[in-house]
């Protein structure tokens, strides 16, 4: 369990897993234990980051300003967060 900090804003993560690096992003208002299961089931063979959007889960309410360019601006913070994460291109599962 872990905590990515850029900014105002906080990506809580959980890693499980060995192999190629999958990330799991559930959606909108969701969580990443809401799929316990399905990263259960990825955790044998991929090592699976799964991470809550900012906001979400137990990312947590944070100061946000909603403009047009916010999903460029999430992409780009999960791109942060990967290059920290991983070594490779990761799959993506959302």
Do not use: K, N, W
Not at 65 to 93: C, G, K, N, Q
């Amino acid at each position: 369990m872990g905590c990515f900090e850029r900014g105002d804003s906080r990506i809580h993560f959980e890693i499980t897993g060995r192999g190629d690096p999958v990330l799991l992003l559930p959606g909108f208002t969701d969580s990443i234990a809401a799929h316990d299961v399905l990263r259960s089931h990825l955790a044998d063979r991929f090592r699976v980051i799964a991470a809550d959007l900012p906001g979400s889960g137990l990312s947590g309410p944070q100061p946000r300003h909603y403009s047009r360019h916010y999903y460029d601006e999430d992409a780009a913070l999960f791109a942060e967060f990967l290059a920290e994460h991983t070594d490779r291109p990761a799959h993506l599962v959302g």
